[in-house]
């Protein structure tokens, strides 16, 4: 069995990226075959994972718009169980150019379709937007992953990303659920942290992942290393913590190698 699993929210800033790779190297750590889908033209997930995003090379772009074979896009990284496809700046425009083409929201859908036999777990790192791109990649999920940051306005534009969920649901993946929400940069000391936490269990209970993503310092410096905190500082909270993610969703999910 594998499982698609998007990351999204369409606030920046939010941990999407810092949750994909760290979820992504949290499951391979636990020998669980792993793809990372970069589908943000950012590519802070493909230099977070240690390649040079300037380099061109295909990306999941390419299998939506020009028909390559997803296998031809995949790149190792330097962990086992660890791959990526990577995205490029470049790629900013493809949205725009995907706005004429034949079944334009299912095209990522069935790119991962065809790589689902190779991984246990496929994780698509979103852009801050709810364009066509991240419909897509909603389209073409299983589940949804939603990281609140525990900061001021934490959730604001929450109602409009479950509104648009709700909408995919009913139009074009009536399979899709919510992993979870993920509370991160959550900070002990501060009141504001713990006022979030209680908020967001509030209003949405049942669906808050029990890992709180603490705020640390190792997770914002390995992205500058290109890899992943597990590999910078195993000990770390930062690491520690997603890989307490990790277990949490190999468990709801019962998920076996
Ligand atoms: P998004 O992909 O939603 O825009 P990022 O994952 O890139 O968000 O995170 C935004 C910034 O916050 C980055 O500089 C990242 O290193 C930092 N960051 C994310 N999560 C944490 C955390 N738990 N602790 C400290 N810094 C974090
Ligand atoms: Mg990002």
């Known amino acids: 069995m594998s499982k698609i699993i998007a990351i999204a929210n369409q606030k920046g800033g939010v941990g999407k990226t810092t949750s994909a790779i760290n979820l992504a190297a949290s499951f391979a750590a636990l020998e669980y075959n792993c793809l990372v889908v970069d589908a943000d033209p950012q590519a802070n997930s493909t230099s977070g994972l240690g390649l040079d995003s300037k380099e061109k ?3 999941i772009y390419h299998t ?7 296998k031809e896009v995949i790149v190792q990284t330097q962990y086992d169980y660890l ?18 083409i034949e079944e334009r929201e299912i095209r990522m859908k069935k790119a991962l379709n065809n790589l689902r036999d190779a991984y246990d777990f496929i994780i698509i790192d979103c852009s801050p937007s709810l364009g066509l791109i991240t419909v897509n990649a909603l ?12 900061e001021y306005y934490a959730m604001e534009g929450l109602g409009k990303l479950l509104s648009t969920i709700k909408i995919i649901q ?17 900070d002990v000391r501060l009141r504001l942290s713990n006022q979030v936490v209680e908020e967001v269990n509030t209003h949405f209970k049942e669906i808050v992942f029990k890992t709180i993503i603490p ?3 190792r997770l914002s410096e390995a992205p500058s290393f290109g890899i ?3 590999a910078h500082d195993a000990e770390s909270k930062g690491a520690v ?12 999910n019962q998920m076996h190698k």
């Open 241 to 252: 913590s997603y890989l307490n993610l990790a277990q949490e969703i190999i468990d709801n």
């Open 64 to 70: 939506m718009i020009e028909d390559i074979d997803p």
């Open 57 to 59: 090379r295909y990306s």
């Open 215 to 217: 705020r640390n310092i």
């Open 83 to 100: 791959d990526v496809i990577p995205s490029h700046i470049d790629l900013v425009g493809a949205e725009v150019e995907m706005i004429d």
């Open 170 to 186: 009913s139009r074009l993946n009536p399979q899709l659920v919510i992993e979870g929400i993920l509370l991160t940069m959550y």
């Open 228 to 230: 992943p905190v597990i």
């Open 139 to 150: 389209t073409a999920a299983d589940s949804v992953l939603v990281p609140v940051q525990c």
